[in-house]
């Protein structure tokens, strides 16, 4: 039996490339996204109420990481990536029907677009259903999950003088929190967990239309070395 579902919105977001999101929602609470409805939901009629509340859940499609062939296993980064564990014991992208969820922070309902903060959804992700937050029934305060029982352990980020000034004036020229984004997603400890880093590597990633470089002087400490415009 198939089913065939359509977006209801398409989220714009800080976030171009899958490298150094958050693994979760709120872990980078400067992570801001517009999500932009699409017709007949942008009317204002489907978000009429929706203004009162704080956060929302976000049922998204992994659409950068669709697969035909359904993985039974996967290798959870948080896991070290080495272990291999069933699909459904983690919250693994790849996954049947691709279906992710977040819930994420509501800062404003405009007519045809919902501002979200502490997103953790790549540029252009077709989001399938939008569903407010529910505090009494959606956070269980007993539950246990060993294998994600706290967010990841976050590791020390500074700047050189010249990175931290360009971030500056690039964040106050796009009117976004760079220099919280930046730091926030960076302390997630973004290169894959087996990879030990020669201190002379440059990673980089592109955060909202700008360019971040930075190093690991050791392998517990980052410095971001450069935030340029995206050539
Ligand atoms: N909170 C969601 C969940 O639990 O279903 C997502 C968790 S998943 C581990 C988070 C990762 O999904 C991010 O680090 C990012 O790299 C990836 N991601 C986000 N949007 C995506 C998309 N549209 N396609 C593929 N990967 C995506």
């Keep these: 039996m198939q089913h065939c579902v359509t977006p209801v919105g398409i989220m714009r977001s800080c976030f171009k490339e899958k490298f150094a999101i958050p693994r979760q929602p709120h872990l980078a609470p400067a992570a801001r996204g517009v999500l932009e409805l699409l017709p007949p939901f942008n009317t204002g009629e489907a978000v009429a109420g929706l203004e009162q509340v704080s956060h929302v859940w976000l049922l998204f499609l992994f659409h950068q990481a669709l697969e035909d062939t359904p993985r039974l296993k996967v290798r959870p980064p948080r896991l070290g990536g080495n272990k291999r564990v069933g699909v459904f014991a983690t919250r693994a992208t790849h996954r049947p029907n691709g279906i992710g969820q977040s819930v994420v922070r509501l800062d404003a309902v405009e007519p045809g677009r919902l501002l979200l903060s502490g997103i953790d959804l790549l540029d252009g992700t077709p989001v399938l259903d939008i569903k407010p937050y529910v505090p009494y029934a959606d956070s269980v305060p007993s539950a246990v999950n060993p294998m994600a029982s706290a967010a990841p352990a976050a590791i020390e980020v500074d700047w050189s003088e010249q990175a931290l000034q360009q971030a500056h004036d690039h964040g106050k ?59």
Aim: proline share 14%; charged share 25%; glycine share 2%.
């Design 173 to 231: 020229r796009l009117s976004e929190p760079l220099v919280a984004l930046i730091e926030q997603c960076l302390a997630q400890d973004p290169r894959p967990a087996y990879q030990v880093p020669p201190a002379e590597r440059v990673y980089g990633v592109k955060f909202w239309d700008v360019q971040v470089r930075w190093q690991y002087p050791t392998p517990e400490r980052i410095r971001v070395t450069e935030v340029s415009p995206d050539a």
